[in-house]
């Protein structure tokens, strides 16, 4: 079965400081990439997707990641967090089938 | 368009209870899902339904059933509550294709 690890659960850091989530899946085939967001309270809203093309995607709100095929990982980078990026970030993964795969989410508080 | 609704919000029920979640959308989304949302375990899918009057098992179906009669309404239901389903419960659709998939607010249960 499909699996998709995020490394951390937590994320701790202060504003201005830059940000990487890891993503790593287990499909080898063709799939699709997303990142979802979900803020305190909030339902979970896209911050970006990858179908094909250009491996280095940009999303809403000054986030991007990069599909890196060779190591099945699609890690989410900011350059400069800002207080109102506290939230609980998710990858997932379509492998071709109708279902999302889901990692565990890593919490990211950022401090004023 | 008001997206992607749930019904209700909050809900607590006892042991043995039943009850009807309700998600409707107003996108004319052929697909839709239901996920349970646990600490550190990210979403995971429960059931899910690729067009009117289908409906598939997901990852967690046990404890639950669903249908689609109408392609805009898609009922999770749940015939005798136990405390594992304490959860928070979301719907999503998706368009045919590449699409990611459009999120409701929720549903926050309690079982006791």
């Known amino acids: 079965a499909q699996s998709v690890s995020q490394h951390n659960h937590h994320v701790i850091l202060s504003e201005a400081a830059s940000l990487e989530l890891g993503c790593n899946y287990s499909?080898?085939?063709?799939?699709?990439l997303f990142w979802y967001v979900q803020y305190p309270g909030q339902h979970l809203q896209l911050l970006l997707k990858y179908f094909s093309g250009d491996p280095l995607v940009k999303g809403i709100k000054g986030f991007e990641a990069e599909f890196i095929k060779s190591k099945f990982s699609f890690n989410l980078r900011k350059p400069s967090v800002q207080w109102s990026d506290t939230a609980e970030y998710f990858c997932?993964?379509?492998?071709?089938?109708?279902?999302?795969?889901f990692g565990g989410g890593t919490r990211v508080l950022v401090k004023p | 368009n008001a997206g992607v609704t749930q019904t209700p919000k909050f809900r607590v029920l006892k042991t043995g209870q039943s009850m009807t979640l309700l998600c409707a959308q107003d996108?004319?989304?052929?697909?839709m899902y239901w996920y349970r949302q646990d600490p550190g375990m990210g979403l995971r899918l429960i059931h899910y339904s690729v067009g009117e009057g289908t409906t598939a098992k997901g990852e967690v179906p046990d404890g639950y059933n669903v249908s689609r009669l109408k392609k805009q309404n898609f009922l999770l239901g749940l015939e005798s509550a136990a405390p594992s389903q304490t959860s928070v419960y979301f719907c999503a659709s998706r368009p045919d294709g590449p699409y990611e998939q459009y999120f409701g607010p929720g549903t926050r249960l309690t079982v006791t």
């Open positions: 997932a993964v379509k492998n071709g089938g109708n279902k999302l795969t």
């Open positions: 996108m004319n989304h052929e697909y």
């Open positions: 499909y080898g085939g063709t799939v699709n």
